[in-house]
Each structure stands twice: as structure tokens, then as C-alpha cells.
């Protein structure tokens, strides 16, 4: 059968989408992964599954939907910006409607409170709500630990490590535009509030102000260890990068995974940063800093950390942490429960299975045909050739093209998960879509 799963932001998406692409493929299906919506939508890909990252109710999406459906094509989706980590349940106002879940044909949600929002909200829809849970949570469980033991791209280890989310600080978005995507995608309409974009960016450029002088200092106070600053998937390095000039212990790195990094680390430092979340329940040391008491962020991903909002206090106690004298915060009833309330697949099976028996039911009864590969590939070589020759880039800052050796050892990676993943091979069709099959 065939299967597409479109993804948007790599560095946030590509390790999830590959795993769930590698567990179809095993079970006999054919797997297209990277960007393939205009392709599907001008009839380059025989029908088939396609897997969306969100089904936000803007008018393009909801033509896209209607187009699909109209040409046979059976739908899923797994929203990977809300429904976990949110303080308030308003999501399912912004990234859902009516409209979207009668022209989808299964959603799936990322825990117990993500379904009970979607289904009192959506209730006609009952059986297309699916209790599945995210893959990128099947990366922070216990039993994945063999996943993080070799890790070739990360040079540094037990570094000071901090996970940023300081919207439009150095981000490739303006304030402007972003307003504008909101207002054309319809947010403005369901609800949400253009003085509410505008407060983001105030308070994140409050706090970034703070935060670059602690760097600094923390970086002369530890002149002996890396720190490793992460910009968020939507950030410019290189505008990163200008605010710490010839400072040789602190590195910029967008490379790779933020799973990764964090599991190298000695010590997390964020404020309301879904990796500061991630990073105290795989139990890392965490701080959660805050040297303006502002709001900002998710509220829920300090829960679990250690939380300091001074300079004096927050050096202090790295300088413990170096010296093994810090006292962890034991939080692991709590984060126990709070797993529970919002993930599936933290405890019990893991999500990328879930998902894949899903697809196989709903492809069960459907016979589809098989993709012209000759075609395909030779379309795109033509493609990708023409853009060389005018000097296009082949995307951009959220994702241009797989790199070779990027996914080689991402799946190498997960064959200690999955041995069967050893059967599946990979084509790269063209240099932003890969076909997964056995």
C-alpha cells in the first residue's frame, strides 16, 4: 500500500516520521517521506495514505482535504504543536473544526487530555479520534536508552546545555508576518488575538536581554566547559551566533536532534521550553530560569525543573552541579502522573505502533495502485536539475533536502529498537522526498 507522510519543521519532525516511516515499510506497505503535498496534490503519486502533521481549519487545508478526498485518498493526522504540553485546551478551537475532522479520516491524539478535549469538543467525530500517542515521546522512554549510546555529530559532552524559545529574538519570522499567517489562517477568527503575538514577542526579548548576559557570564565564570546553546527550529543561527562573538566555550549548533543533545548534557537550562519538559522527565539535571518573573512559554515544562530566577543563584548552583554537590529535585510521582494524564505512549506501547496498525486497518479494505517509479524519479531528476541550474534553493530554513549521512545513521540508530528496521531499504527519489520499503 502506499503511504505518505509529509513533514514540516526537520529538525522537530524527522526522527518520529522516519521511525514511523521504517515500521511501515516493515509491514509491507511503501513509504514516500519529505515534502510531497504539491506532488500528491498535482498527481504525481498514485492514491494512497497520507499522514498530516496538523489539520488547522485555514481555507487552503480544507481545499487540500476536499481535493484528497475527492481522489480517493484516505487521511490521518497527529497535531505536533498542541494537545501535550498546553496550559489551556483553546487548541482545539485553532487547530480543528468541524470541517476538518468530516473530511479526515482518523486523528490521533497525544494523551488522555488531548482526546477528552477533541472529543467533548468533537463529539460526532467520536470514532475518528484515536488514542495513540506521539513517537516523538517514544524517544524519551526508559527502554529507548540504547537509541542516545552513539552519537557521532556531538563532539561535546556534560555541557551546560540551554534549550531556547525566545520567539522573533532571532527568529526567521518577523512580528508582521507572523501576524499576517495567522490572520490568513483563520486564528484570528477562532478566537486567538493579534495583541496576544504581540506579548510573546515582548516578553521574549525581555528575557532574552537577561539571558545573553548570563550566558556571558556564566561563560566566563566556567571558561573550562561548553556551553551549547540550541536555537529553537525556527530561529537563524547565524543571528545567534552575532550576540556571542569570539567566545571560544559557547557553541551554536542546530545540528541534529534536540533529544540528542540533551542526552549528551551535564546540565538543561530553559525557560517554558518543551525541551526543559523532555529533559526532567528522562531525568537530566533541569533548571528552569527565569531572571524576569514574566510569563513566557509552557507553563507546564518548568513543572519538573529546579526553578531560580537569579543570576547570582543560577551560577551557583552550576558550580555545585560541576562539583556533585547539587541535590535533585525527586519529582518522579509527579511526573509519573502527569505523563499519564497527557501521554499513551510514555508507559505501555510505544506510539510508532499504534499509528502503523492504525494505517493498516484503514488500508485493509482499499486497494490502490502501485507508483510509476520510472516516472517519479525521472520527473524529479528533471526537477531538482532545472532549480540547480537557476540558482533556486531547494526549500528553506525549516527544511531544504535529506542529508544522506543525516538519516544512514539515524537508522542505524534504530535498528537497536527495531531489528526488523535492518529488511527496509531506502531510495532517495529526490533530494526532499525518500521511499521507504522492504
Not at 486567538?192 to 506579548?199: D, M, N, V, Y
Not at 510505544?350 to 492504525?358: E, G, N, Q
Not at 517519479?376 to 544522506?404: Q, T
Not at 527519489?429 to 525518500?434: E, L, N, R
Request: proline share 3%.
Amino acid at each position: 500500500m502506499n503511504i505518505y507522510i509529509t513533514f514540516e519543521l526537520k529538525q522537530r519532525e524527522l526522527l518520529s516520521k522516519l521511525f514511523l516511516a521504517l515500521e511501515a515499510a516493515s509491514r509491507g506497505n511503501e513509504v514516500f517521506l519529505g515534502r510531497i503535498n504539491t506532488y500528491l496534490e498535482r498527481g504525481f503519486f498514485k492514491p494512497g495514505l497520507i499522514h498530516f502533521k496538523s489539520i488547522t481549519p485555514g481555507e487552503s487545508r480544507i481545499r487540500q482535504l476536499e481535493n484528497y478526498k475527492k481522489k480517493g485518498f484516505k487521511t490521518t493526522s497527529l497535531d505536533e504543536e498542541n494537545g501535550f504540553i498546553d496550559y489551556e485546551n483553546s487548541y482545539k478551537n485553532f487547530r480543528f473544526s468541524n470541517k476538518t475532522f468530516s473530511l479526515i479520516d482518523k486523528v490521533f491524539t497525544w494523551g488522555p487530555y488531548d482526546f477528552a478535549n477533541l472529543l467533548l469538543e468533537y463529539p460526532s467525530f467520536k470514532s475518528k479520534i484515536v488514542k495513540s500517542g506521539n513517537p516523538r515521546i517514544d524517544f524519551w522512554r526508559k527502554d529507548f536508552k540504547k537509541f542516545y549510546h552513539k552519537i557521532d555529530y556531538i563532539k561535546y559532552e556534560n555541557y551546560i546545555f540551554f534549550s531556547t524559545n525566545f520567539d522573533y529574538v532571532c527568529s526567521y519570522r518577523t512580528i508582521k508576518n507572523e501576524i499576517k499567517f495567522h490572520r490568513d489562517s483563520g486564528y484570528f477568527k477562532r478566537g486567538l488575538k493579534p495583541e496576544e503575538i504581540i506579548r510573546w514577542a515582548t516578553n521574549s526579548k525581555i528575557l532574552f536581554k537577561d539571558y545573553k548576559k548570563s550566558i556571558i557570564k556564566i561563560s566566563k565564570k566556567f571558561k573550562d566547559r561548553t556551553i551549547v546553546i540550541r536555537p529553537h527550529p525556527v530561529d537563524d543561527p547565524e543571528k545567534w551566533k552575532s550576540h556571542f562573538k569570539n567566545i571560544n566555550n559557547i557553541v551554536i549548533s542546530s545540528e541534529g536532534f534536540i533529544s540528542d543533545w540533551i542526552d549528551k548534557a551535564k546540565v538543561v537550562i530553559h525557560a517554558g521550553c518543551t525541551g526543559g519538559l523532555e529533559s526532567s522527565v528522562r531525568n537530566k539535571t533541569t533548571i528552569s530560569y527565569y531572571p524576569k518573573k514574566i510569563r513566557h512559554g509552557h507553563p507546564f515544562a518548568d513543572y519538573f525543573s529546579k526553578k531560580i530566577f537569579n543570576e547570582k543563584k543560577l551560577l551557583k548552583e552550576i558550580e555545585n552541579i560541576y562539583s556533585d554537590s547539587n541535590e535533585k529535585i525527586k519529582n518522579e510521582n509527579k511526573i509519573s502522573q502527569f505523563l499519564n494524564e497527557r501521554s499513551y505512549n510514555f508507559f505501555g506501547e510505544p506510539s510508532y505502533k499504534k499509528i502503523v496498525s492504525t494505517w493498516q486497518k484503514i488500508l485493509k479494505k482499499t486497494h490502490y495502485e502501485s507508483n510509476n517509479l520510472f516516472f517519479l524519479k525521472f520527473s524529479f531528476r528533471i526537477r531538482d536539475i532545472r532549480l540547480k541550474l537557476l540558482g533556486k534553493k531547494i526549500g528553506d530554513h525549516k527544511f531544504d533536502y535529506f542529508n544522506k549521512k543525516e538519516v544512514s545513521e539515524i537508522i542505524s540508530r534504530l535498528k537497536k529498537i527495531d531489528k526488523k528496521f535492518s529488511k527496509i531499504k531506502i531510495e532517495y527519489i529526490k533530494s526532499d522526498i525518500i521511499r521507504v520499503y522492504k
